[in-house]
């Protein structure tokens, strides 16, 4: 009881210029996250440069929650590389294995089969309707490193959406009430 | 300034930094090991070839493929993804690659062997190029690390060639 009467006294003493100088610290740090995120896309090349694996299709090699860092250059797409890729239709990004490729002699273009290394069978049930094959378009990046169990803090904010909020408000309450 | 949650903060930032820099310290050692596999493949058998409803060629081999791939395990290494995969070249496409056999190697015990096999997945062409074709198989190998970057090779072994028939 007596830390709420204090936090209510905090917020009543501040003044407006201490207000604004915390708003634009909170900016700052909003905003070097949005760029240092925004530099990796570049330096990689790719749309989203750390994914978390959410399935165990790729044990024992990858187990859920694993973080990928990936990387998209212009180098031909080979087998045995380990793709991210985007199904039309599906919004989240599958990562697996090619082990089939057929590249076209005049135009360089690809064709692509993937497969989880836990799965039975290939990918071609999770792709769309009808679709045997990925293009390059389909590919976002390539994984060439990973860390271990990282990932886990991601998971348990969009499975459980309410720990997400109740880490905003802590934060948002520890702004306010800081005197720095 | 000397606050059980500034003290918590300070704490909890070292320690990540200092695990982020083990973790990165894990993956540069790797860079120090030298491999150095090898492997053989033998087609044993040519068990079919015949060519698909859909005009694509298909054929089923049973291959014995031994090999010893000891010298790429480093303490940070979890597990060799291995695979053998057929290349070849037709007039359509400049490279065809076709993964017949994979498999993962989970410990330096595991990294020499032999196995004796039929293809796990099917050996089937864009289109009606395979007799007579000449192709290689390249082992594939990529090294999956506790922590950090993935390291991936090959080694190609040619001279291979598919019956001139259909049988």
Redesign the interface.
């Known amino acids: 009881m007596g830390w709420i009467g204090e936090t209510m006294d905090s917020i009543k003493s501040l003044q407006i210029r201490q207000v604004l100088t915390q708003a634009i610290s909170l900016g700052m740090i909003v905003t070097s996250a949005l760029i240092i995120w925004k530099a990796l896309m570049c330096i990689t090349g790719s749309e989203s440069p750390v994914v978390v694996v959410l399935s165990g299709s790729m044990e024992?090699?990858?187990k859920r929650g694993d973080i990928l860092f990936l990387h998209m250059s212009k180098d031909?797409i080979?087998?045995?590389?380990?793709v991210v890729f985007n199904v039309d239709g599906r919004e989240i990004p599958i990562v697996h294995?090619v082990?089939?490729?057929?590249?076209?002699?005049d135009t360089?273009e690809v064709?692509v089969l993937t497969k989880g290394?836990n799965n039975y069978g290939?990918d071609r049930l999770l792709y769309a309707h009808g679709q045997l094959w990925l293009q390059r378009h389909h590919i976002m990046g390539r994984?060439?490193?990973?860390?271990?169990y990282v990932g886990w803090v991601t998971i348990i904010m969009t499975e459980k959406p309410i720990i997400k909020y109740i880490l905003i408000g802590a934060l948002g309450l520890l702004v306010i009430t800081s005197k720095d | 300034m000397h606050s059980f949650g500034y003290r918590a903060n300070a704490l909890l930032t070292f320690a990540v930094t200092i695990l982020a820099l083990m973790c990165a310290m894990a993956s540069f050692s790797d860079n120090f090991n030298h491999p150095s596999p090898s492997s053989s493949v033998q087609v044993l058998n040519v068990n079919w070839f015949q060519k698909q409803p859909n005009g694509n060629d298909e054929v089923s081999l049973t291959l014995n493929i031994s090999a010893d791939l000891q010298s790429l395990f480093t303490w940070n290494t979890k597990q060799v993804f291995v695979f053998l995969a057929a290349e070849y070249e037709t007039p359509k496409n400049s490279l065809n690659q076709i993964s017949l056999w994979d498999g993962i190697i989970a410990s330096k015990e595991h990294a020499k062997f032999w196995t004796h096999t039929s293809n796990k997945y099917r050996f089937i062409d864009q289109g009606s190029n395979l007799r007579g074709k000449e192709f290689n198989l390249t082992l594939h190998w990529h090294v999956m690390p506790k922590t950090g970057k993935m390291f991936a090779d090959k080694l190609v072994m040619s001279g291979y060639r598919l019956p001139k028939e259909y049988r």
């Open positions: 024992p090699g990858f031909p080979r087998a045995g590389e380990i294995r082990i089939k490729v057929h590249e076209r002699q360089g064709d290394d290939d994984a060439v490193g990973f860390l271990p």
